[in-house]
């Protein structure tokens, strides 16, 4: 089954700075992958999708997402960080086994962005 | 347009007791999906149900079980409630049960 690590529960910019969130699958090249922002007592919200019609996938909020099939990694970017981007993300995958409609997520990582 | 809508937003069970979370798809969505997102951890996979059906089911104990009405609204049941089932319950809309889902906030169930 493909499960998604994200390496960094907690990751502190300051504003301004780049924002890398870091993303890797575990299995056999998954068919989408996804990157979803919580905001404090919130449900979640899609930021970009990897469909494989391109590697470097742009989402909502300045963020990009580039695939990388030898280093199984999709990883978030975004050059400049705001104080609004403080949030937990998380990265997400379709449980493999032919189903179309399981998600399996990572643990998350929470975005922290100091003045 | 209303999104994903959810209720309670909050509550407040004692062990052993018995809880039903509603839901509301964004209109037009035949699909509603359901996670159990634990505090510190990613969203885990509960059920799926597609125009009625229940097209999946995730590793979760019979305890949990839910349900589509005709309106496409629907329901998660759990029953005997455990302190381990103290979790945010999300609930998502998709047009067909693919992954376009649209999640709405939550519910954040506390049992004592």
């Known amino acids: 089954a493909q499960s998604v690590t994200q390496l960094g529960s907690h990751v502190s910019v300051s504003e301004g700075a780049l924002v890398l969130l870091r993303c890797n699958y575990s299995?056999?090249?998954?068919?989408?992958l996804f990157w979803y922002v919580q905001y404090p007592n919130q449900g979640l919200q899609l930021l970009l999708k990897y469909t494989s019609a391109a590697t470097l996938v742009k989402g909502i909020n300045g963020f990009e997402a580039e695939f990388k099939k030898s280093e199984t990694s999709f990883h978030l970017t975004k050059p400049s960080a705001h104080m609004s981007d403080a949030a937990e993300y998380f990265c997400a995958a379709p449980y493999s086994g032919g189903s179309n409609y399981k998600l399996t997520f990572g643990k998350g990582t929470l975005l922290t962005v100091n003045p | 347009d209303a999104g994903v809508t959810q209720s309670p937003t909050h509550l407040i069970k004692t062990r052993g007791q018995q809880v039903t979370l509603r839901c509301s798809p964004i209109?037009?969505?035949?699909?509603v999906s359901w996670y159990q997102q634990v505090l510190g951890q990613g969203p885990q996979f509960i059920f799926q149900?597609?125009?009625?059906?229940?097209?999946g089911r995730g590793n979760f104990p019979d305890r949990f079980s839910a349900r589509q009405f005709p309106n496409y609204s629907s329901e998660l049941n759990v029953n005997a409630l455990l302190l381990g089932d103290s979790a945010l319950y999300l609930c998502?809309?998709?047009?067909?049960?693919?992954?376009?889902?649209?999640f709405g906030s939550g519910t954040r169930l506390t049992v004592v």
């Open positions: 209109s037009g969505h035949k699909s």
């Open positions: 998502a809309s998709s047009p067909d049960g693919s992954y376009g889902y649209t």
């Open positions: 299995s056999s090249v998954p068919p989408y």
């Open positions: 149900y597609y125009e009625k059906e229940e097209r």
